[in-house]
């Protein structure tokens, strides 16, 4: 028997709608994805920006500390110079031994600049001789 043959026309009409769905559903998917590619976009920008300010940040904190640093060592200078003041004055008070020697261990003074000093003062030298 004879098979009914489809139309032509109607083949190429249903082949022309099939064409124009998937050319609507794609265009639906790449608008989709432009607009992801936008919020990343946004997103990446919004990143970039907070990592500037981040490295920002970092380096003022860096440097306060280091400020901190040298303004808590300068204190420290300050203190260890009023104490070997305190030394020296008890010192030239009493004229005491034992205060020569926390003067030196104040001062780093070596064994050998210690030996110096106490030959001066077993010698009748020192400041006032």
């Not at 901190?68 to 020296?88: G, M, P, T």
């Not at 010192?91 to 031994?97: K, M």
């Amino acid at each position: 028997g004879p098979s009914a043959r489809p139309d032509p026309e109607a083949v190429d009409e249903a082949v022309r709608r099939a064409v124009k769905a998937l050319e609507g559903r794609m265009e639906g998917e790449r608008a989709a994805f432009r607009a992801h590619v936008a919020s990343l976009q946004k997103e990446i920008q919004g990143a970039t920006h907070m990592q500037e300010l981040l490295t920002r940040q970092n380096a003022h904190i860096k440097e306060q500390l280091r400020e901190s640093e040298l303004a808590r060592d300068r204190a420290a200078k300050v203190q260890h110079i009023e104490y070997v003041k305190n030394v020296v004055v008890k010192y030239l008070e009493s004229n005491d031994p034992s205060v020569l020697q926390v003067l030196g261990t104040a001062l780093h003074l070596s064994a050998e600049d210690m030996a110096r000093v106490q030959r001066g003062q077993t010698r009748g030298g020192g400041w006032f001789g």
